[in-house]
């Protein structure tokens, strides 16, 4: 279970990081230890600890410390690294970081009023599952005090050492080393941290230990370092640093405490009526780690600290797939600025573009798809499509788009995003019918929807096309929904495409409508409300369009390619695409090739914003001429920038080995072992939710339907007055988990009486099943 930033108002807790091992960690603790004890009650913490009991770090502090409170959480004989010493003994990271925040927490509520949590060896060194430090500890996010290194290279290593810390987003408070008047790395080091603003303080060196420690040498020794003690912590510096730490502390839960009311003046926020906001319904985030924010706890009582985690129950409009603060893919982003920063696209190229280019044609595994093309976000990559898509169509059949209006082929529900030309490629809808520009060009079906109701799976048909369609549809698993293999030869498939095929002749031949290109999200549609529409339909409604290119123009017959057919098939795989739900592509679902796929959102792990839309050669060249006016005359000044395809790149590569390595298979079992069907002849659907919670859920009395696919949960609440985004049924719901339980809070958004969960791909089960149990608490 996830634990808080380590953050106190009355306690200045600190966490002690060294440059190298043997920088004197230990003695910097016990040095400001003694310095704050001279007012108030200081506290050492030591998590794990290696070597002999006589000199472990912890009853240094006691012997010392001048009434320091001392404690060590893990101690171990062998003088080897925690990894080693505690290679027989199991101690979860989770359990380990638990552990601390419950001792600062029991210490916050006491006298204690400064703490340090010391680490072993240097940032990198491994913690006891061999995980470094620099990420085992990052969930706190304690500020740090970097001891640096005065010896010889020290200068390298306390540079590198901070440069690892900011990386992964910590704030070093300060920085203390010893001073050696022949190195002098103390005197770089303080222009060098001077310039970021951040204090350094140099500290004499400690007496020199005794070779010999007999008795005599013993005692003279601990009188040396006691004397020591005492003249170091009446350093005007080290006061000052005190003084300063704790006014640092101070500001900081007042900046967060004020940041509401701030933003609330100065912020225009997205898809939100500000008539009637108040300050108190803006989340305050202090960070983010894995699958949690960590965010001002606004309840009365804070026992545990300021901030408090909240599950990230939206993956953050859609984008998280490899967690928050992710170190390899900030590594990643940090090593394509140092290399390129930026630098222009336009008949350039880099490695990281062409790299993606590569990788995500392979991830996609689609043979049309031949070309790439970058833009900033899923909207922008949608325009380019719709462009792409009407250009080939018009290129194909004589069409003057200029002359005649030109429109798409889509679904009720359907959002391709927020820009003018991919608004008209929606029906009207609260998202943009009182934009001024909208028109709305476009014939969008009504379709069959996939839920479970009462525990039992089934495609429900819409009640104005029953006549057209058929009755709903009752099925034994998810799986056989999907198993279009046996479906397209059933009679519901025939009633689907007849009726397609009419509709289109309607409006083509009677209304005189011309479109040039069929635009899908595959599976569910999501911003129009988390519709999961049946596959069936969208499949057919494919293949009606390529196997009748008769339907849409007198010349479409001589005409015809290898490549497109009838209209080019664009899908938006914004939200749905890159292993959404549980695949590498949602077209896969369908077992069909769209002549044009758009891909953003978990493209880059949910780091950085990049769009690609891919082509197929052929719409590529439609665009072919010597006139430069007939080129895809479209881009941006940040076209393929080499930290997000470097970043892009990555992701893919690790997503990819979740998809292979085993890392998904218990929730693979969960689904199979809950199918009638066979396995082996059932397509394999599953979701990181439980198949047991979909169920309990969908027998709830307030719950109209449910389902789940990949990491994606759509619960669907029952409104007397219809449901639809403008419902304000599932608020209550919505604010039952923002209370959330003892161990976390979650944040999630409503799509009207539609409230949606959504794990990234690396969400630990645990944390799943935890708020599983509180949606089972809330309906159940």
Known sequence: MPVGAALWRNLRAHQVYGANTDVGKTIVSTVLCNAIQQKSQAAFLKPVSTGALDDADDHHLKRYGAGTIAKCLY?????????????????????????????????????VDFALVETAGGVHSPGPNGNSQADLYRPLRLPIVLVADSRLGGISSSISAYESLLLRGYDVASVLLFRDNYYKNHEYLREYFQKKSIPLVSLPAPPARPSQLDADARVRDEEAMLDYYRKSAKESEILHLLEQMSVNNTQRVERLEEMADRAHDLIWYPFTQHQGMTAKDITVIDSAHDDYFQTLDNRSEKAEGELRPTFDGSASWWTQGLGHGNPELSLSAAYAAGRYGHVMFAGAVHEPALSLADNLLQTIGNPRLAKVFYTDNGSTGMEVAVKMGLRASCDRYGWDASQEQIGILGLKGSYHGDTIGVMDCSEPSVYNKKVEWYRGRGHWFDFPLVKMVGGSWKVEIPGELQADLGENINFTSL???FDLSQRLESATAQRYKHYIRQTIEDLVQRQGMKFGALILEPIILGAGGMLFCDPLFQRC?????????????????????PSWSGLPVIFDEVFTGLYRLGRPTSASFLDVHPDIAVNAKLLTGGLI????????????????????????????????????????????????????????????????????????????????WSHSLLQDLSCADSVESVFAIGTVLSISLRDADGGGYTSNVAKGLQQTLAVGSDQFNVHSRVLGNVLYLMSSVTSKPESLRELERLLRSALV
């Open 75 to 111: 101690q171990f004989d062998e003088p080897v690294s925690p990894h080693l010493a505690a290679k027989n003994k199991l101690i979860r990271d989770e359990d380990l970081l638990a552990s601390i925040h419950k001792t600062l927490s029991g210490w916050a509520r006491s006298d």
């Open 609 to 688: 914003p990049l769009c690609t839309t891919v082509a197929s050669e052929e719409i590529f060249d439609a665009f072919s001429s010597p006139e430069k006016s007939d080129a895809l005359l479209h881009g941006h000044s940040y076209t393929a920038h080499a930290v997000g395809c470097t970043v892009a790149v990555d992701s893919l590569k690790t997503m990819a080995k979740l998809h292979t390595d085993g890392s998904w298979d218990s929730y693979r079992d969960d689904w199979r072992s809950n199918s009638s069907s066979s396995a082996a002849s059932t397509p394999d659907v599953w979701s990181v």
């Open 479 to 481: 799986g056989s929904v």
């Open 541 to 561: 409604l494919v293949d009606v369009v390529r196997e009748h290119p008769e339907l849409f123009s007198t010349a479409a017959a001589s005409r015809q390619s």
